[in-house]
């Protein structure tokens, strides 16, 4: 059936001239999904915005996995702090990322974008288990791949997870999407005063313990040399621009 329904997809779009990548990995948090206002589930305008950011990415060529958390939903370390079991919460969580990683499908193809959500449990019955290089095949055909479930395993955040499929389908860069513009010296909510880093070395970013990305996933992207860029997702063409090799945000090298 997944043969047959491949031979219906149209030719994958030739890369556009003047992108500087042509294969990434986007990470979305869970809470980016409610808006800039936060809360809980899932904003329909924030999942139709993000999702008309990547479909003109994806026309444009450019081959597109998107690892999504489930903050919005439930996050694993809040269930375990409050007396849970830190393995358990942290299964709730995978399955809290599948509910967001379907919703972010229904946008995507209805934005005209053919989409495949791969997860690291298996659920055959909404997705695809994830294998690394079908994985692969499903993006040089021109979907957009959507990685639910983390790594499988608990104790491992999403971004440890986005930076592992980075490595795994030789992406060129991961591309951090959060709520502010970059990375700061300090929380830019809480200090009107807080400096903007254009660039950060791993390992300053390791020893400043800057809470962006967990320690695993920087360290990870360190030994593979993949660049990490951080920059704000609501921003109009922002997704688009870094794709280009443009400026903004911060870029972790």
């Given at each position: 059936?997944?043969?047959?329904?491949?031979s219906?997809?149209p030719p994958?779009?030739?890369?556009?001239a003047g992108?500087k990548?042509?294969r990434?990995?986007?990470?979305l948090?869970?809470?980016?999904?409610c808006?800039?206002?936060g809360g809980?589930?899932?904003?329909?305008?924030?999942?139709?915005h993000v999702a008309?950011e990547i479909a003109?990415l994806?026309?444009?060529?450019v081959q597109?996995g998107v690892v999504v958390?489930?903050?919005n939903?439930f996050?694993g370390l809040?269930?375990?702090s409050a007396g849970?079991?830190?393995?358990?919460?942290?299964?709730m969580?995978?399955l809290?990322?599948v509910?967001?990683a379907?919703?972010l499908q229904?946008?995507?193809e209805?934005a005209?974008v053919?989409?495949?959500?791969?997860?690291?449990i298996e659920?055959?019955?909404?997705a695809?288990?994830?294998i690394r290089r079908?994985?692969?095949?499903?993006l040089?055909?021109g979907?957009?791949?959507?990685?639910?479930a983390?790594?499988g395993?608990?104790?491992?955040?999403?971004?440890?997870?986005?930076a592992l499929?980075a490595?795994?389908?030789?992406?060129q860069?991961?591309?951090?999407?959060t709520?502010?513009?970059g990375i700061?010296?300090?929380?830019?909510?809480?200090?009107e005063?807080?400096q903007?880093?254009?660039?950060?070395?791993?390992?300053?970013?390791l020893?400043d313990?800057i809470?962006?990305?967990?320690?695993?996933a920087v360290?990870?992207?360190?030994e593979n040399?993949?660049?990490i860029r951080?920059?704000?997702?609501?921003?109009?063409g922002?997704i688009?621009?870094v794709?280009?090799?443009e400026?903004?945000?911060?870029?972790?090298?």
């Amino acid at each position: 059936m997944a043969a047959e329904q491949d031979s219906l997809l149209p030719p994958p779009p030739r890369p556009a001239a003047g992108l500087k990548y042509r294969r990434i990995v986007l990470k979305l948090s869970g809470e980016a999904l409610c808006g800039e206002e936060g809360g809980f589930g899932i904003r329909p305008e924030t999942l139709h915005h993000v999702a008309a950011e990547i479909a003109e990415l994806q026309r444009m060529g450019v081959q597109i996995g998107v690892v999504v958390g489930g903050g919005n939903i439930f996050r694993g370390l809040k269930g375990a702090s409050a007396g849970m079991d830190r393995s358990q919460s942290d299964y709730m969580g995978m399955l809290a990322t599948v509910i967001n990683a379907l919703a972010l499908q229904d946008a995507l193809e209805k934005a005209g974008v053919p989409t495949r959500v791969m997860t690291a449990i298996e659920i055959r019955q909404v997705a695809e288990p994830y294998i690394r290089r079908r994985a692969m095949r499903h993006l040089e055909k021109g979907s957009v791949v959507i990685f639910a479930a983390g790594t499988g395993n608990p104790f491992f955040s999403t971004d440890t997870a986005a930076a592992l499929r980075a490595m795994e389908i030789q992406a060129q860069a991961l591309f951090k999407a959060t709520k502010v513009e970059g990375i700061y010296d300090r929380d830019p909510v809480r200090h009107e005063g807080a400096q903007m880093f254009a660039h950060l070395s791993y390992d300053r970013f390791l020893a400043d313990r800057i809470g962006v990305m967990d320690s695993t996933a920087v360290t990870l992207c360190r030994e593979n040399k993949m660049p990490i860029r951080v920059f704000k997702l609501m921003t109009r063409g922002n997704i688009l621009r870094v794709c280009r090799g443009e400026e903004i945000g911060t870029i972790v090298d």
